[in-house]
């Protein structure tokens, strides 16, 4: 088979079908005396895997994975797999804990009380340090008034409840620029339907990481036993 051909059957370029091969993500290929790659079916079921593994855990982890494939070294390939497998259990855990908690803070946090409390003072509620609750307002998040004489950073009710869910969102790796999208809808609204949309979407987003993943896992499984290599590893040879 020629580059053009193996590309075919992923709908990509023969250039990247060879930058894979450069990159070890696929088996080094035997050339013809004028000097052309040869590619075969393996090549086939190898790009197959490395996709599949792509979309489930990411470039980076089917690197790794394939790269140890083709190295020899499979119990180093499927321990990275598991590594990618337990970071996505652990992402389900927070999101699991994000949504079991919502109700909690945000009723914890309903702006009853009148006054405004110093950042010290909300940042033991939320269970961060003072600079993070600074790191946040440089972001944009949070935007505490100034206490007149002292310039101390104080927080209204209000804003001291929008403090608790930045913090829940951080709690469950939500990134920066998404918690101030949900944070713009909070204060447009006060409605925390934004909120829930979000970790909604999260939620779903997991699932569907989750069943690219297994469907990567059986791919690199059908590459292996095609190289013959399962057994090897199954009986420590």
Known sequence: MRAVDVARTAGISAQQVRNYVDAGVLPE???????YRVFTQTHVRALRAVRALAAGHGWAVARTVMRAVHAGDVPAALA???????E????????????AALDD?????EPTATGERRIGDVAAAVGVKPPVLRLWEAHGLLRPARERGTGYRVYSPAEARLAHVVALLRRGSYPLPLIGTVLAELRATSS???VRAELAHRERELHRRSLNALRGAAALQAYLDHLGTEGDV????
Do not use: N, P
């Open 29 to 35: 290929v035997t050339r013809t005396a004028a000097d």
């Open 80 to 86: 990275a797999l598991d590594a990618a497998h337990a």
């Open 88 to 99: 996505l259990d652990r992402e389900r855990l927070s999101l699991t804990a994000v949504l």
């Open 105 to 109: 803070v945000l009723k914890e946090a």
């Open 192 to 194: 925390t339907a934004r």
């Open 234 to 237: 199954a009986f420590g040879r």
